[in-house]
């Protein structure tokens, strides 16, 4: 009977495991193929995403339904767009409404293609910069038995979110140049020698030469380009990745062997990428705050000015598998005390043997106001901490202030002093015996 009862709750465990989804975001997943593309070309990506609990719905790009919106409220928590070449879509795929998705917290991953589409423009709003239509990526080097534009490219080892060491991947695509937003991703980028070309051949090599003279087309060359970048909002976290080509994805170029002869590194870096985007890597969140005097527990309504406080905020980070759970591995977090402008920047370290803990102690400006706590972290791939908690900030009361001050002895001594002395000099005044007046008065004139 117990060993039955075991196999039940292993069973029902199992199950849980198998259907909970990694994403901190949920796990629907609306998949948009144009229609000369096929699932079976992506069974590797696919079926690696299944695994990992995610529920997959496969759309065609001119299908009306599902619709990615339902009476103004997202349907799906992810959508990977691979209709790079499609030109006219579904009424409900704009890149408006892709806009629109993704400021609602839908994640996106987008292919583009060297050709012309509404998403080859879409890709501007974002702060990518993409050559003249028909310009693919091309590179001569390492040698290989490959076409110009079917290229192996290194994968950085000093991404947060990428598997270290793994093999270069094969990219076959549009190459992009970044513009300076702080809410882009760089994920990876073209090789050194590379170059955005419309032919396969080096007869126009001299006028790409001119042109990185005069800084202009120039700029479609080099490790300056991306090929791989991500994008995240500012109010949101809303992630979005963006593919110069829907063959980094394929199962030919997961099987494809390297020049060096090992196997490519697509399988791993796709699934990095899906990962990041869809909210596995990377996620942090405020449990709670609070605040309250030193040496106390209870948050107060107001302040008074040169109180000393404490500040604590409870941070967990996502875990693929375990969920949300503490975390204490931020060494530059900041709190600042703001009315208006910052008064007071400090840093909210972790305290030692609390796991998620951040704690901060100062005191109070000598200014009375409406003052916030705010918490603002920003950093580059990881999702926005934000909490602002306002309180007033007020003057003593008439019977907070301390009756002498050290700093007003010279003048408490002063007015004594001067009371003293008048006091002196009055009583020697009104007490003192003029004679000599008497005197003067009585004597009679010879």
């Known amino acids: 009977?117990?060993?039955?009862?075991?196999?039940?709750?292993?069973?029902?465990?199992?199950?849980?495991?198998?259907?909970?989804?990694?994403?901190?975001?949920?796990?629907?997943?609306?998949?948009?193929?144009?229609?000369?593309?096929?699932?079976?070309?992506?069974?590797?990506?696919?079926?690696?995403?299944?695994?990992?609990?995610?529920?997959?719905?496969?759309?065609s790009s001119k299908d009306d339904k599902p619709r990615i919106f339902e009476d103004g409220i997202p349907t799906f928590n992810h959508i990977i767009l691979f209709s790079p070449d499609t030109k006219s879509f579904a009424q409900d795929i704009t890149p408006q409404s892709l806009v629109?998705?993704?400021?609602?917290?839908?994640?996106?991953?987008?292919?583009?293609?060297?050709?012309?589409?509404?998403?080859?423009?879409?890709?501007?709003?974002?702060?990518?910069?993409?050559?003249?239509?028909?310009?693919?990526?091309?590179?001569?080097?390492?040698?290989?038995?490959?076409?110009?534009?079917?290229?192996?490219?290194?994968?950085?080892?000093d991404n947060a979110f990428l598997k270290p060491?793994?093999?270069?991947?094969?990219?076959?695509?549009?190459?992009?140049?970044?513009?300076?937003?702080?809410?882009?991703?760089?994920?990876?980028?073209?090789?050194?020698?590379?170059?955005?070309?419309?032919?396969?051949?080096d007869a126009g090599a001299d006028t790409?030469?001119?042109?990185?003279?005069?800084?202009?087309?120039?700029l479609w060359a080099g490790s300056a380009m991306g090929v791989v970048t991500g994008f995240q909002t500012r109010d949101n976290s809303a992630r979005i990745t963006w593919s110069g080509g829907v063959e980094l994805f394929t199962d030919a170029y997961a099987n494809k062997l390297l020049p060096s002869g090992e196997k490519s590194g697509n399988e791993q870096l796709v699934r990095d990428?899906?990962?990041?985007?869809?909210?596995?890597?990377?996620?942090?969140?405020?449990?709670?705050?609070?605040?309250?005097?030193?040496?106390?527990?209870?948050?107060?309504?107001?302040?008074?000015?040169?109180?000393?406080?404490?500040f604590?905020?409870?941070?967990?980070?996502?875990?693929?598998?375990?969920?949300?759970?503490?975390y204490s591995g931020l060494s530059d977090l900041q709190l600042e005390f703001t009315m208006l402008d910052p008064h007071l920047r400090t840093a909210l370290r972790p305290v030692s043997g609390k796991l998620g803990l951040y704690r901060a102690a100062f005191r109070v400006p000598d200014r009375h106001g409406v003052f916030k706590f705010v918490l603002d972290y920003r950093r580059r791939g990881w999702t926005t901490l934000k909490s602002a908690t306002v309180v007033p900030v007020v003057p003593p009361r008439h019977d907070g202030y301390p009756r002498?001050?050290?700093?007003a002895w010279p003048y408490y001594a002063g007015a004594i002093s001067t009371s003293v002395g008048f006091l002196v000099f009055s009583t020697l005044w009104l007490a003192g015996d003029d004679r000599e007046g008497k005197k003067g008065k009585n004597t009679k004139i010879e």
């Open 312 to 326: 604590e905020a409870h941070i967990s980070r996502y875990h693929p598998e375990r969920g949300w759970t503490p």
């Open 100 to 157: 629109d998705a993704l400021n609602a917290g839908t994640n996106l991953i987008v292919a583009l293609s060297p050709k012309q589409s509404p998403i080859f423009a879409l890709a501007s709003e974002f702060s990518l910069v993409l050559p003249p239509p028909g310009t693919p990526l091309i590179s001569h080097f390492p040698p290989r038995d490959t076409p110009p534009n079917v290229i192996p490219v290194t994968v950085p080892s």
């Open 273 to 310: 990428i899906a990962a990041w985007t869809f909210q596995e890597n990377l996620v942090l969140r405020i449990d709670s705050t609070t605040h309250h005097l030193v040496n106390e527990t209870v948050p107060r309504e107001h302040y008074t000015v040169n109180d000393n406080i404490v």
């Open 165 to 201: 060491d793994t093999p270069p991947v094969w990219f076959s695509g549009i190459p992009f140049a970044l513009g300076n937003n702080p809410l882009l991703v760089p994920i990876l980028r073209a090789p050194a020698e590379s170059f955005a070309s419309d032919a396969d051949s």
């Open 208 to 218: 790409i030469f001119d042109a990185a003279e005069r800084s202009g087309e120039g």
């Open 1 to 59: 009977m117990l060993l039955s009862l075991g196999s039940i709750f292993f069973s029902l465990f199992s199950l849980f495991i198998a259907v909970r989804a990694r994403s901190s975001t949920g796990n629907s997943v609306l998949v948009l193929l144009q229609p000369n593309l096929s699932r079976d070309n992506f069974t590797i990506f696919f079926d690696n995403l299944q695994k990992r609990g995610y529920d997959l719905t496969f759309r």
């Open 404 to 407: 002498f001050l050290s700093a």
